[in-house]
């Protein structure tokens, strides 16, 4: 599964955050219980109402959702490159994770800021000077390195070299490793540096309740420096996510939320953001039994979908007998789609839409 590292400075709203997310999908998917593997690690249904429609036509007995990681990164502080605070232990964290939440305090009041005032760009640069001092260290031991190797005519080393250079060139210049030029063909080699600030970022501008809707000028600001970086930003108010969480009624949560100018929970306005960030897309599997959602990045084709499910069905893969979404409801299910030459046989080189709906077949 893919997963989302939630880090911030402390204080910001990291924690309450991350239990709103998590209890709120445990509700919303009471076939899937939400479950916790470790206390900081939640596993988050994806809400997708394509899947209770797929499933109400045929009739399937469960619903399983596709599901985002999210793993509450605490510890980080000034110095936290060097080891300060739980440094160490924090930056592992991150380099394990897929994609990066940055929780950033955009609300005023009594809670003791650690630098003593609120200030949204200050923070997210703290956080992001820990990461790429992190990155510069690790970078250059093996600058130096691969350049013994690389003068001995190791052409591996050579190639590692220059996207070493390349990384350490726009690092050295305060900014972000994934802001380096990196051809084609070097990518695998910089996927391989798993360098903390090559991960795409997520803000998510924590505001007062009152601002929940429209934002507020911390926000703003915010949302301006993720513009300038071809970013995302999300404002939410994890004070709301909190009572929304505690909410049991569906029409409850709503009242509530419309009362407050809002039309989604924030877990929705995340994962959706998420998916955009990762480049993510869903497909869906469906019988009498269950019907599933799955999740796969932009540009897998129909194996790779098949090896999200097993090794064993990418391995063996035949073909996928597949159903666009929207057919599949016009047709009225599966019968109704093969009926109308709706079903397509696709081949090893088919590209996965958002939305297909597969069977897959395999030698095994
Ligand atoms: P963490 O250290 O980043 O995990 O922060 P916490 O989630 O523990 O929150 C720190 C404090 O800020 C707690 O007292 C929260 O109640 C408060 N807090 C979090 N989010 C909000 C918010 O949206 N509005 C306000 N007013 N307070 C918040």
């Not at 445990?26 to 429609?53: H, K, M, W």
């Not at 800021?113 to 640069?125: E, N």
Request: charged residues 25%; glycine residues 8%; proline residues 3%.
């Amino acid at each position: 599964g893919f997963n989302c590292g939630i880090v911030g400075l402390p204080n910001v709203g990291k924690s309450t955050l991350f239990n709103a997310l998590t209890e709120t999908a445990a509700a919303e998917a009471a076939n899937y219980p939400f479950c916790t593997i470790e206390p900081n690690v939640g596993r988050v249904s994806v809400p997708d109402p394509r899947l209770d429609q797929i499933a109400k036509i045929a009739n399937s007995q469960k619903i399983i959702p596709t599901q985002l990681e999210f793993v509450d990164i605490a510890g980080l502080v000034r110095g936290a490159s060097k080891g300060e605070g739980m440094g160490n232990e924090f930056l592992g964290n991150i380099r394990s994770v897929d994609a990066i939440v940055h929780v950033v305090r955009c609300f005023d009041g009594e809670v003791t800021h650690v630098d003593g005032s609120v200030d949204p760009i200050r923070d997210a640069d703290t956080v992001e000077t820990e990461l790429m001092i992190a990155d510069l260290d690790s970078v250059e031991k093996q600058i130096v390195t691969n350049a013994k190797r690389a003068k001995g005519n190791d052409k591996e080393a050579k190639a590692k070299l220059e996207v070493l250079n390349a990384v350490c060139a726009v690092l050295q210049d305060g900014k972000p490793a994934r802001t380096a030029e990196i051809t084609k063909d070097q990518q695998d080699i910089y996927e391989q540096l798993q360098l903390l600030t090559s991960k795409p970022v997520l803000y998510v501008a924590n505001v007062e309740e009152e601002n929940a809707a429209t934002g507020n000028a911390y926000s703003k600001l915010l949302e301006e420096k993720a513009a300038t970086e071809g970013g995302v930003c999300v404002i939410i108010s994890a004070a709301i996510e909190a009572e929304v969480a505690s909410l049991s009624d569906e029409e409850e949560k709503t009242e509530f939320l419309s009362d407050l100018g809002l039309e989604e929970t924030g877990l929705k306005r995340i994962i959706s953001a998420g998916y955009g960030l990762l480049g993510l897309l869903t497909f869906f599997t469906v019988g009498p039994k269950e019907a599933r959602a799955w999740t796969v990045v932009e540009g897998s084709t129909a194996p790779n979908a098949a090896g999200a499910i097993h090794t064993d069905f990418e391995r063996g893969f035949i073909r996928a007998e597949t159903i666009a979404f929207d057919d599949y409801i016009a047709c009225n299910g599966e019968q109704g789609a093969k009926d109308a030459g709706k079903m397509r046989a696709e081949g090893k080189e088919y590209i996965t839409k958002d939305g297909d709906i597969f069977h897959f077949r395999f030698n095994v």
